[in-house]
């Protein structure tokens, strides 16, 4: 097998070109082919992998953008490949943790073949009777955001209402099943009709509606909600938390997850309704998921039963082959994708 002999390889690879201000365009990246020996350097504790599958996430126009952020993930470095969370095969491991032969899910590059040199920020894939896709969404980064968000940041009580945002997305999708598993009422808002059918008849929400279609927002968060919300899972700030703020509950929680209305704007828009937060004793709580990832096992514990006697559904959107990577990676700021977006780079 390649990887033993140490052989020279073709590897095409998704390369970030420049920072990026305002809306992204597909030619902030470019994908080119370079060689390289399939042999790890002598004495590194990294390993070497084969890419199967990579996820397009919200956050990853923030990293197209130069950083200050300390603790933050550091911004796509202009001449290198794009890095983000995929699905691998072990070719060669220096570290204990991985043998040749293993799946991981983690931190990997946009490419055929990536060396990755912090394998302690991977997981090992242990369950194979799910999609391996599903490492990329309801079984990695997504899926853990969706249950350390709702469970632990918006401490939800049975029979509360739940409103979310960007809901059929790779987040909110699982938020809303989260909810209605847990005994909530949720509604979702989304872009396009097809994605609040989504809500309503595959996810079971109790209702969603298109955020494009409401002249109001205010209004229609009264309408589904006439006695206020709970919690609010946040997915894109904006006019969107500003309602949100008017029709929150005493006491309610919002958990903010992300804002990708704000994502491509040169100058953030304002949030007029604050005081909202004081008046109904509102707790707002941003969150990042890499402080909740010890609690994968546990996750896994809820969650693996449950797609098996499909109580969570998931929908993915799959774009195939490297060359259609950044499309899909900047189709998630018009809404292109239904669901979660993976991209496929070699199935086996």
Sequence with gaps: ??????????????????????????SAMEV????????LPEGSNGLLVKNLYLSCDPYMRTRMAKLDVPGYVDSFK?????????????????????????LLWGFTGWEEYSLITAP????????????????????????????????????PKK??????????????????????????YVVGSAGSKEKVDLLKNKFGFDDAFNYKEELDLDAALKRYFPEGIDIY???????????????????????????????????????????NLILKQVRMEGFLVFDYYHLYPKFL????????????????????????????LIGLFSGHNVGKQVVVVSQE
């Excluded at 002999?5 to 990026?20: C, H, L, P, T």
């Excluded at 202009?78 to 293993?102: C, M, Q």
């Excluded at 302690?120 to 490492?135: M, Q």
């Design 1 to 26: 097998m390649a990887g033993e002999s140490g052989e020279a390889v073709k590897n095409k690879q998704v390369i970030f070109r420049d920072y990026v201000s305002g809306f992204p365009k597909e």
């Design 32 to 39: 080119r082919e370079s060689t390289m020996k399939l042999r």
């Design 78 to 102: 202009p001449g290198s490949p794009i890095t983000g969370y995929g699905v691998a095969r072990v070719l060669e491991s220096g570290h204990p943790n991985f043998k040749k032969g293993d």
């Design 120 to 155: 302690e920020t991977c997981f090992k894939i242990e369950h194979t009777d799910v999609p391996l896709s599903y490492y990329t969404g309801l079984l990695g980064m997504p899926g853990m955001t969706a249950y350390a968000g709702f469970f632990e940041v918006c401490s």
């Design 159 to 184: 029979g509360e209402t739940v409103f979310i945002s960007a809901a059929s997305g790779a987040v909110g999708q699982l938020v809303g099943q989260f909810a209605k598993l847990f005994g909530c």
């Design 233 to 275: 899972f946040e997915n894109v700030g904006g006019k969107m938390l500003d309602a949100v703020l008017l029709n929150m509950k005493i006491h309610g929680r919002i958990a903010a997850c992300g804002m990708i209305s704000q994502y491509n704007l040169e100058q953030p828009e304002g949030v007029h309704n604050l005081m």
């Design 301 to 328: 514990e809820m969650v693996l039963p449950q797609i098996k006697e499909g109580k969570i559904v998931y929908v993915e959107d799959i774009a195939k082959g490297l060359e259609d990577a950044p499309a899909a």
